[in-house]
């Protein structure tokens, strides 16, 4: 039983969080999940009470994720290798099958449940239904041919406005369409268009990192705010990981999103922390 | 700027609060608050921000205020001596217009302002308005005349319910009408009347006692839960000022609101830890 | 029982009413009634029907008003003496929980009252409901301090959308809001914002003089229509209590209110007569 | 120009109406117009006056008409002899399309337009648009084939609704239609029908005759009120002309329709005096 | 039975029609039906049924129909002479009834009647309905009289709009109305300014030729497919019959009509096999 | 290009299809797919393109689907061996991921994919999608553990109203969720749950047999319809494969599902010709 002092602290943490519910409610927030942050079923959990909570209190939420570990050691497990060119991973036809049968079979359903578990109205997505995400075959920075891999055309964001304004949460697999075969795209990619077409106010990366380092090698250089100009100068010297990101971001800047935030997904309820305390954590990026 | 150890507390209280959203949003709460509870501002504020969460996460809140105290004040500067009959107010013809002054004219708007300064989109009513409170005068224990005090024949909802669809939080005085003349009713039988007219969740009375003593003497005596058929029993032996609270605690029970509390709005942010956190506290009512 | 000669004159004037019904059916129109107007029950209570009939062939009303003598004697009896520089009231602090007493606990619910009598579903407002008015304090003409008495900054019109559309009649009493106080705002210049912002086809003055006089001091001199332009170059030869009401009309008829007038009172059901029939009352300006 | 003694008769006159305006606004009243009271344009456009001041005070109003006079007029002009059993016109094939012709190709727009010239959105119809009087070939008194004659089976009015819904007056003519041929249908039955299908409040029959006479010999006998049993026992003794009538109306009356006027349509503005002023005209019949 | 091998041909049939149905779906398409058309019942009874299945797949259908021949005979049974000028029909005001009554009294209720067995929710209307038709007096080419004869000045859309919303099929009789009389006009205008004023895709003229000839006297000049302008430069050459249709599929597709289409009627459905497959019919206008 | 008499045939074929369309539009139609179906790709294509007509003729359809023989290829793959127990397949906890991989990341986006070709706005979904097949664990007919294989507890139907209500096609995968884990539950069983929580018109078993055999062996005893308490006796006789179908068609007829239809999915455009056509084909079950 909670005693009176701790009541009022409880309270004083409740109408902390006022401001901050008055501000996003009915606002759209895009949350982009690494595949690490769903390798440990705990941390998982947490995210989806974040989650959960922000959509509670009114807030439109869309995930996207990718799933790049789990990839890894299913094409290991059947043979392939993984290889990446330009942060792209290289996709043989054979190879696509695995990496959808992962990301929207395994990774896509674990997390919806997760999200129901803890309240949440989700509804699972590819980039193929209803064609969400219109995409083109892409080639290596050479021109080499690297597979069933994609760059989004378009984003029909219809679905999404339909799901959204039903009280469901679409969770979106990072698997685009041609037309005629599915095609591997950038998680990172999907979650900047995405955000563009739903006019999001937020766009969040959770990452495994603190956020973006001005000096790569230098844990102190962590940026806590930065422009996206800046961002844009900043792009030749960032890490092969964070440079879709940051390329990601400034479209999401550039139509109209409010603010890209990159957080370390490790920190307990990173997500809740940014969005409704006075509490900065990792990198905020401004139009 | 806040700690780890700190940013980690604080999630897990917004966390905490996560069942109790998913329990109350798009329910109606009705909450009366007493004169006392207004009398302080900053405690007035506090009230104000707890009813400004509990709107924000999506609960329909109806307000009913009295005024018991400032009223009597303002009978006294004008020369009027409050005198009281079975807990109700002898209201001269001249004494309503004092009343109504008070209760419609400052007490009412005060809340309003004070309300919307804590974010809601606020509403100031009376009884008289769309004749919400239709009413009939009354008379003392002994069937003497006790002046323009009045007793709810029905509450006409369909304002309320336009406000409460529109976004808006109702500020209700607790002054009906029979037509033809406005009338003072007690504020605790109003909240009673509407939130049963409401089709309330949950009433919750805001006073400035503990909660329902069993031994009215006795500090030790508090009940925390009991149910209708008992507080019915214990309803002759209760004090003046909790006897209207708990007949109308009866009657809106009996039409379908789901509890009653009877909460101590000394405590600060009472009424946001009883229906966000596992903090009991009060009284509470069950059918 | 009526003779067959009545009947036809009946009928003869409810279809001279046609044209005039068929011009204003759902239109909004915004009716300044001023304290004076209020006094005599058996006036008001004319005043009610007429709304009433406009409310119920199809017109969306808005009724503001102040209650300048009211709060006079209000004042007096407390002890204050009326005092005013360039058409303002001077209003000290204490001076406004009187104005505010009169004209949001008094003025008000009797009028909303009157209206219910005829039919009318009335709501009572002020400024401070929704921050429908959003003032700033003003200052006297030689920049002086007047006390609470306010300018409007904005005209918040959703709440009153909300009602016109849920089939209410809004009753506004003209006291702003800056935030933190209420203020005393002149009704004639509340009731020509709020024409502009609900985007009123007519904005109604209903005063206790005949209308707008070329020559002040000449009854013959009495102006039945007039230009904007026109009435504006005779804005400094105006009466004081014309001026504010000229220059709101100005404001409202700027903005796009179709027509502005300034009616007789105290003629009976001049405001019908100048809706529904032929018969030309007091001074009209057009844009 | 008005003086300010006709003004204020003029308003008295507006106000009289108040409480029966509040009581029709947003009810059905279906109006059966009989095809002498088209005959004379004067009087036809004084009725439709009366209907277009009906529907701006917000009646919905569903007009039936025949054309007994015109229908007869034309038969002759072609050579067909008018001859009629148990009150129901023999009609030929041949005579049919003359029937048809006369009632949707002549009264019916000659009204439309008529009713236009009013102010209000009339749409011509007739019971094969949308089949809305699906009816059946009938027999003469003594199971004698009596040509093209229907009885009604069914009153579709969903077209009927969506017109009243979009704010339209249908103008139905009394052709039925058995789903091969139209068929001719007194208007009376129509009328009454037609009413019970849209859950009309009032049906009201303009004739020629005074109302409903107790001795129909006998002028001084005009009864003003009776209910539907009385009017069940005088049927036998009814004219030919008033059976139908009478039948339809206690059809209408044990459906649910609140009453039924026979009025006198040779008296100007008749509909208008019965529905706005004390003015007793006629007969009605209550269920 | 259908054998195996008719039925893989009956399946071919319904898959060819699926990209066109795609196409049109929720589309309007006007339809000009001309007199000869309606004249055989077989003929008119395919028609309907090829409108019914247009209907039914969600294509929003507004027909128009004239009724020369039909009009012709009439006039001479009664005695009048068919005259023209300039290729319209000279109607003096006694003609006018004529016309009306076969128009309005005859011919529309006949089709509505065969599109309703075809299952369509048919609803006859002609240009007085709602108005929905103003027109003006026309004069000869010379300037001379030519009597009831008109041209349109405005379509009034909403009655249009409201039944095809709720699922109707507006049949419209080619007769306009200047406020105070019908005019008889050329249904072919009527049909291109509908289409017009519904903002229609296609615009369908079934008539009793082939299509448009180069040379009018050269059978095998049929023209399938041409632009406006080019139809434009051919106006002066074309016959008398086809020139309302060319200018008024001019006026069409110059505010904004898809195509047009000339289709031979007498063709078994013409109007299914335009529509439904890959068999081009008549000629076509593009914009 | 057509010919002539080819174009008749095509119009009568489409006219033939009418009355079906008048039938079934609005309606919604439950269609499971066996895995079988779906392993030739020309043949799915032909039934997507059946679906596509369908849909855009405006039935509301929702497609159901299993997998087994891609199932069995897959664990067979993996080392796991097919073993069934009463028609259930034997589901380890690591088998379950194998059969999700399948379900829902290979053949569940595959016929979205194919059915988006076809025109249709296809939506993915499992059972685990917003909760919508609540499961639970089943055990085999002797009590035996057979793993992750679940029986329906409810279907949960808000989702695929909002999809079908927003023009989309929901394309379910057969796995359900316990609110911990997803559950292998046989796609037979699925479609006759869900017909019946969507109110479904028809339930459609797409099958790789000719329909139901009075006698199994005998190919010519094929029933082509039956009642449900006659299916409800053969339900003993059937085949292993055929009974779920059969337990899952009468739990359907029994809540009001209209019709089961057992078709030979290996008949080209079986679908089509059995909803548009009088070409009866397969087994059709009635209340």
Same mark, same amino acid.
């Not at 803890?118 to 239904?129: C, N």
């Not at 795209?185 to 603190?210: C, F, M, P, Q, R």
């Given at each position: 039983?909670?005693?009176? $002092?701790?009541?009022? %602290?409880? $309270?004083?943490?409740?109408? &902390?969080?006022?401001?901050?519910?008055?501000?996003?409610?009915?606002?759209?927030?895009?949350?982009?999940?690494?595949?690490?942050?769903?390798? %440990?079923?705990?941390?998982?959990?947490?995210?989806?009470? %974040?989650?959960?909570?922000?959509?509670?209190?009114?807030?439109?939420?869309?995930?996207?994720?990718?799933?790049?570990?789990?990839?890894?050691?299913?094409?290991?497990?059947?043979?392939?290798?993984?290889?990446? *060119?330009?942060?792209?991973?290289?996709?043989?036809?054979?190879?696509?099958?695995?990496?959808?049968? !992962?990301?929207?079979?395994?990774?896509?359903?674990?997390? !919806?449940?997760?999200?129901?578990?803890?309240?949440?109205?989700?509804?699972?997505?590819?980039?193929?239904?209803?064609?969400?995400? =219109? $995409?083109?075959?892409?080639? @290596?920075?050479? @021109?080499?041919?690297?597979?069933?891999?994609?760059?989004?055309?378009?984003?029909?964001? &219809?679905?999404?406005?339909?799901?959204?304004?039903?009280?469901?949460?679409? !969770?979106?697999?990072?698997?685009?369409?041609?037309?005629?075969?599915?095609?591997?795209?950038?998680?990172?990619?999907? =979650?900047?268009?995405?955000?563009?077409?739903?006019?999001?106010?937020?766009?969040?990366?959770?990452?495994?990192? &603190?956020?973006?380092?001005?000096?790569?090698? %230098?844990? @102190?250089?962590?940026?806590?705010?930065?422009?996206?100009?800046?961002?844009?100068?900043?792009?030749?010297?960032?890490?092969?990981?964070?440079?879709?990101?940051?390329?990601?971001?400034?479209?999401?800047?550039?139509?109209?999103? @409010?603010?890209?935030?990159?957080?370390?997904?490790?920190?307990?309820? $990173?997500?809740?922390?940014? *969005?409704?305390?006075?509490?900065?954590?990792?990198?905020?990026?401004?139009?």
């Amino acid at each position: 039983m909670t005693t009176q $002092a701790q009541a009022e %602290d409880k $309270a004083r943490v409740l109408i &902390e969080a006022l401001p901050y519910i008055r501000t996003y409610r009915g606002q759209t927030v895009v949350v982009k999940i690494g595949g690490a942050a769903l390798e %440990d079923p705990e941390h998982a959990s947490i995210v989806a009470d %974040d989650l959960a909570l922000m959509s509670l209190v009114g807030i439109r939420i869309v995930i996207v994720h990718g799933g790049g570990p789990q990839v890894s050691v299913a094409m290991k497990q059947a043979g392939f290798e993984a290889r990446f *060119v330009g942060g792209l991973r290289i996709t043989e036809p054979e190879a696509m099958s695995i990496v959808r049968g !992962v990301l929207v079979g395994t990774i896509n359903p674990d997390l !919806v449940a997760r999200l129901s578990s803890s309240g949440l109205r989700a509804v699972g997505l590819s980039g193929i239904d209803d064609s969400i995400l =219109a $995409a083109t075959k892409t080639v @290596g920075p050479q @021109g080499e041919d690297i597979g069933w891999v994609g760059q989004i055309e378009s984003v029909n964001g &219809e679905l999404l406005a339909t799901l959204l304004d039903g009280g469901y949460t679409p !969770v979106l697999a990072s698997v685009g369409y041609d037309g005629e075969h599915p095609l591997n795209i950038n998680a990172d990619e999907v =979650a900047g268009a995405v955000a563009a077409s739903v006019n999001a106010t937020k766009l969040v990366y959770l990452t495994n990192v &603190e956020g973006l380092y001005k000096d790569f090698g %230098d844990k @102190g250089s962590l940026v806590s705010e930065l422009k996206a100009n800046e961002l844009d100068r900043m792009l030749p010297s960032l890490s092969e990981g964070m440079q879709p990101k940051a390329r990601s971001a400034l479209v999401a800047l550039h139509t109209g999103v @409010g603010k890209v935030h990159i957080l370390d997904g490790r920190i307990p309820h $990173a997500l809740l922390l940014e *969005v409704f305390t006075d509490r900065g954590i990792g990198t905020q990026v401004l139009p």
